[in-house]
């Protein structure tokens, strides 16, 4: 079972991720992870995900092989979504987290 769970609906769109991440891994004492995986559930939407809410480091394609992905031995304390796309309705990504 994950240390981390959340089913989170994706609303940045556009080419920059919010100020705030949108997900943080522990409490108040931030907490690194030992893995992530992310699962993009949305309808027809493109998740980018980035570890440090600046650059791109994964992108969640529903359309491809990469709908899923996991990074292994990857210390992360937080994480940002975004969608490329503008359609409607809530876009969801489920993200576990392991320490």
Excluded at 1 to 20: C, I, K, N, R, W
Excluded at 52 to 73: F, K, Y
Aim: hydrophobic share 35%.
């Amino acid at each position: 079972m994950a240390d981390f769970f959340a089913h989170v609906d994706v609303s940045p769109l556009g080419t920059s991720y919010a100020q705030e991440p949108t997900c943080k891994f522990g409490g108040v004492v931030p907490a690194d992870t030992h893995s992530q995986e992310l699962i993009n559930y949305s309808a027809a939407e493109v998740i980018m995900v980035s570890f440090d809410g600046q650059n791109d480091h994964g992108r969640l394609d529903v359309s491809g092989p990469t709908i899923g992905h996991s990074w292994l031995n990857h210390d992360r304390s937080q994480l940002w979504l975004r969608r490329t796309a503008t359609g409607g309705g809530a876009q969801y990504v489920q993200v576990y987290a392991w320490k």
